[in-house]
């Protein structure tokens, strides 16, 4: 059994309160054997001869990070959306995955994966709605699988576009057999990537009936999916509750997640926090895309809400970023509340701490997890990011405060090392080089090994491939209008 030992490090390591909080162990160590960790102790002897030690020394070991929403196959829309609202990204980014091939799939995923893990993500439910054909989501898992990132695979019935002259005409089937049929197929397959891929499923198809709605989750939860997840804006769309949607379906459960959340209902809260299901707040393109304030610390919310990315062809990548928006938006929110008042905050609080177990256990529990992921604690999978506390940016800061030094200091660049499953992906600042997944055999990419400067250059030529296609096809331009008709979206509530 290979074993990794990690010295003389400040550990977080759970608090034993109610609350999640973590508390530091400094000058300690930490065996990986396996894929799990053995022991947490002051000094530990290396078990054997062929145990890799690395020194911690002025290091910080936290949780691998949770993302519990992202489309990582989005990697080489960068740089598009940078002013768009949700109604301009739709036609400019969700409905662009009929430009890429499945190649081109393969290696967006990859770059989104190698992206994740650069920054400490090591567990990411991936929202993939990208299923043109079967080969695009094998591609899509295969990356995934290759990256070496722990995931929940959620396999997305797509609504895709047909054409896009002389205006937008969808693909009006979501459901046909070959879909319904690679579901099961896959299921049946999974996990892959030695354990760490699990399938889950991604919907938002609710405007089909109820009978064919019930019948897919029906169908998913017997194959054994371990997440179901939709998107949810209130009021965005449509003017109804999905939640009560869901409820009235009887589809509510503890493996419901719903992504973004925003604008919710008392009502929505309870029914939620009843079932025991979950919310992904994802601040980053909630702030700009005009969703509306992420409910992370709204009444009712805090013990039923992670973190997420949503597009990383938008905004950053990290889990921590997400943190940080979170916690200093809602100050903000709170902070203009008592200055409409013409008074001001005497104390915060809401903390660094609430922050950080939203990005670790929390997004653990939202994905049924928690015994496994989401905290340093002997016997738990070995899941590890560790943070330099010596960089200009994290200096003193990690000794005063470790946590406020990750969540309100630390950038990607201080992340030097990150283990998943015991193997290490991260190490002094740079992600290790890649295995294809040979365990394919629909894949076309050649199987090799490759690095990240091989992963950069297939993403830029694939980048220009996808620009072309769209080009070609004239699927450009912002195009709103349309898409308001595409979605059924009343345009009065624009402006």
């Known amino acids: 059994m290979s074993s990794i030992l990690l010295q003389n490090a400040t550990i977080l390591v759970p608090s034993g309160d109610k609350n999640d909080y973590v508390v530091p162990r400094h000058n300690h160590s930490l065996l990986i054997e396996g894929s799990r960790i053995s022991q947490i102790a002051p000094q530990i002897a290396p078990p054997a001869e062929s145990t890799q030690v690395i020194d911690c020394t002025g290091k910080i070991i936290s949780p691998g990070f949770i993302d519990t929403h992202h489309h990582l196959w989005q990697t080489q829309l960068k740089g598009r959306h940078a002013d768009h609202t949700l109604i301009e990204y739709m036609p400019t980014g969700n409905l662009q995955q009929v430009n890429f091939t499945p190649e081109d799939i393969f290696w967006g995923e990859l770059g989104g994966c190698l992206e994740a893990l650069d920054a400490g993500t090591t567990t990411v439910v991936d929202h993939a709605h990208m299923n043109v054909t079967p080969a695009h989501s094998v591609n899509g898992i295969a990356a995934t699988a290759s990256s070496g990132i722990r995931s929940i695979f959620c396999y997305t019935p797509t609504s895709t576009v047909k054409k896009w002259k002389p205006e937008i005409e969808m693909n009006t089937s979501l459901l046909d057999e070959w879909v319904l049929q690679q579901l099961e197929e896959l299921a049946a397959a999974a996990p892959f990537g030695d354990g760490r891929v699990q399938l889950g499923l991604a919907f938002d198809g609710f405007m089909l009936p109820k009978e064919v709605v019930v019948a897919l989750y029906d169908r998913a939860r017997k194959a054994g999916v371990k997440v179901i997840t939709t998107h949810y804006v209130r009021g965005y769309f449509s003017d109804g509750s999905l939640v009560d949607t869901l409820e009235d379906y009887g589809l509510l459960g503890p493996d419901i997640l719903l992504s973004h959340g925003n604008n919710l209902s008392a009502t929505d809260i309870e029914k939620l926090s009843q079932a025991k299901a979950w919310i992904s707040a994802t601040p980053d393109t909630e702030l700009q895309m005009g969703h509306g304030n992420p409910v992370c610390f709204q009444n009712g919310c805090t013990n039923i809400t992670a973190l997420g990315i949503d597009c990383h062809s938008n905004n950053s990548g990290d889990i921590v970023t997400q943190m940080r928006l979170a916690l200093q938006s809602e100050r903000a929110r709170r902070n203009e509340k008592l200055l409409a008042q013409e008074k001001y905050l005497r104390s915060l609080d809401v903390s ?79 992600l290790v080089p890649v295995d294809i997944d040979p365990s394919f055999p629909e894949v076309t990419i050649a199987k090799r090994r490759v690095e990240w400067k091989d992963v950069a250059q297939e993403l830029r030529d694939s980048q220009e491939r996808i620009q072309n296609a769209a080009v070609e096809a004239g699927a450009v331009g912002t195009r709103v209008s349309e898409a308001l008709r595409t979605f059924h979206v009343d345009p009065n509530k624009f402006v």
Not at 354 to 380: N, P, Y
Not at 384 to 393: A, I, K, N
């Open 352 to 430: 660094v701490q609430d922050a950080f177990r939203l990005g670790t256990i929390q997004g653990a529990r939202a994905i049924g997890m928690a015994d496994h992921l989401g905290s340093i604690e002997v016997g738990k999978l070995a899941d590890l990011v560790v943070f330099d506390g010596e960089s200009p940016g994290m200096i003193c800061a990690a000794e005063k405060h470790p946590v406020a030094a990750i969540v309100l200091h630390s950038s990607v660049r201080d992340v030097d090392t990150v283990i998943v499953n015991g193997e290490i992906r991260k190490q002094g600042g740079r």
